[in-house]
Structure formats: structure tokens, C-alpha cells
């Protein structure tokens, strides 16, 4: 157990669908990440928040959002789900907002999305 | 930007050693990292360069040589549990977060 905890583990919905998915960073972090992955690509950044706030924008969708609550978990809502979407996405948190230091990333084990 | 390239596939004999690489482009150096990841997992860190060098840890080692824009994780005495997919990852310089590359997955044959 990493102590990055994600919900739920599957997921499978319709096209045009909206799902939320839900992250607890490990206990002292204070920065949360999301990234994507899907079969044929790396992990893709989507977005980072620091201690509530919007820290850092990848190749986030207009059509996906995230946001940080007071007690640090972190919720990304995609929504108008199409097929391409079905991905692995995974949240990971570190001490650090960014920039200095040793400080890798703890990955959660990820929810598998799968749109029909 | 970032530009990150490593082997799609790698294949090793158990016992053996194996050295997977890792070029990057970056606007702006400011560490680099290799992840593990087995199949459906999470992606778990297993280095951290950040000068130029080796930095040993067990049977893992990674290299750094920022002037090439190089890096290699080479892992000795391979085990079949050792078959996953091998992450490097660059710090944007910019924003903080990580870019990764597309992995090596590696597969350690008896």
C-alpha cells in the first residue's frame, strides 16, 4: 500500500457519460498529480494542485477538471466521455510543490476507465 | 519543451545484466527519474539524478550525464520478477510536475 489511495478501481460507462474520480493523497502531502495513460502513450500530465490551488496545467481536456478540497483529496471530473477517453488514470502526491529535491512521486494504484 | 526517448522493448536472460537508456531535450534541466512498472501497477520510483554520475542502490544503478543529455538505469542480477515497464522522467523546469517517457518493457527470459 503506497498510501495513495484512489477510487474506484474500475469504471465502465457510456459515451456522452460524466464520472468522477477520487484521490487521497499519502498522509504529510501536499501536492497532487494526475496523470493519464492509455495503451499507446506514456503517462500524460493533466494536472497538478498544491495545497488547494492549481499549481501546474498538462494536456488537460476542456472537457475534463479537477479540483483540491481543504482536506487534500483531489476529484477529476471527466465528463462527455468518448471511447478515447478509456485510460488508466492515475493520481500521485508529493511533499513538495515543486521544482527542488529528491522528491519523486507515490502513485496511487490507479482507476481503469472504460467508456462503451 | 521536453523530449524524452527510450527503447519500446527490451529482452534479457535471468542472471544477466541489462543497461536500458534514456535521452532527453529539456529547455531547462532539473532532475531525472526512473519508475518501475509492472503491468496494470503503479508506476513506483526507484532513482533520482540530478549530477553527473552513478548513483548505486542494490542491484539498481542509474547514470546521469547532463552535457549528452543521457542517462541509463542498469540492473544487475536480473530476476523474472525484474519484467516491467521502466519509466525516465524529467522535473519541468517550468511547472515542477514530471514528464515521462513512453518506457522500455523489458522481459527477463530464463
Known amino acids: 500500500d503506497s498510501g495513495v489511495t484512489q477510487t474506484p478501481k474500475h469504471l465502465i460507462t457510456a459515451t456522452g457519460q460524466r464520472v468522477t474520480l477520487r484521490c487521497s493523497p499519502r498522509?504529510?502531502?501536499?501536492?497532487v498529480y494526475w496523470y493519464q495513460q492509455s495503451l499507446d502513450q506514456g503517462l500524460q500530465f493533466l494536472i497538478q494542485y498544491y495545497n488547494g490551488e492549481e499549481r501546474a496545467k498538462g494536456n488537460i481536456l476542456e472537457r475534463f477538471s479537477a479540483q483540491q478540497f481543504p482536506d487534500l483529496h483531489s476529484e477529476l471530473n471527466l465528463s462527455s466521455l468518448e471511447l478515447g477517453d478509456s485510460a488508466l488514470y492515475f493520481c500521485?502526491?508529493?511533499?513538495?510543490?515543486?521544482?527542488?529535491?529528491?522528491?519523486?512521486?507515490?502513485f496511487g494504484s490507479g482507476t481503469r476507465l472504460t467508456v462503451v | 519543451g521536453q523530449n524524452i526517448d527510450q527503447p519500446t522493448e527490451m529482452t534479457a536472460t535471468e542472471g544477466a545484466i541489462v543497461q536500458i537508456n534514456c535521452t532527453y531535450q529539456?529547455?531547462?534541466?532539473?532532475?531525472l527519474f526512473w519508475y518501475q512498472q509492472h503491468a496494470g501497477e503503479a508506476p513506483t520510483f526507484l532513482s533520482y539524478?540530478?549530477?553527473?554520475g552513478l548513483e548505486e542502490k542494490g542491484r539498481f544503478s542509474s547514470f546521469l550525464s547532463r552535457s549528452k543529455g543521457y542517462s541509463y538505469l542498469l540492473l544487475k542480477e536480473l530476476q523474472m520478477k525484474d519484467s516491467a515497464s521502466y519509466l525516465c522522467?524529467?522535473?519541468?523546469?517550468?511547472?515542477?510536475?514530471?514528464?515521462f517517457g513512453k518506457g522500455t518493457k523489458l522481459s527477463v527470459k530464463p
Open positions: 522522467a524529467v522535473r519541468d523546469n517550468r511547472q515542477g510536475n514530471l514528464i
Open positions: 500521485a502526491s508529493s511533499v513538495a510543490p515543486s521544482g527542488t529535491g529528491d522528491y519523486g512521486y507515490t
Open positions: 529539456t529547455s531547462g534541466f532539473n532532475g
Open positions: 539524478n540530478v549530477l553527473d
Open positions: 498522509s504529510g502531502d501536499l501536492s
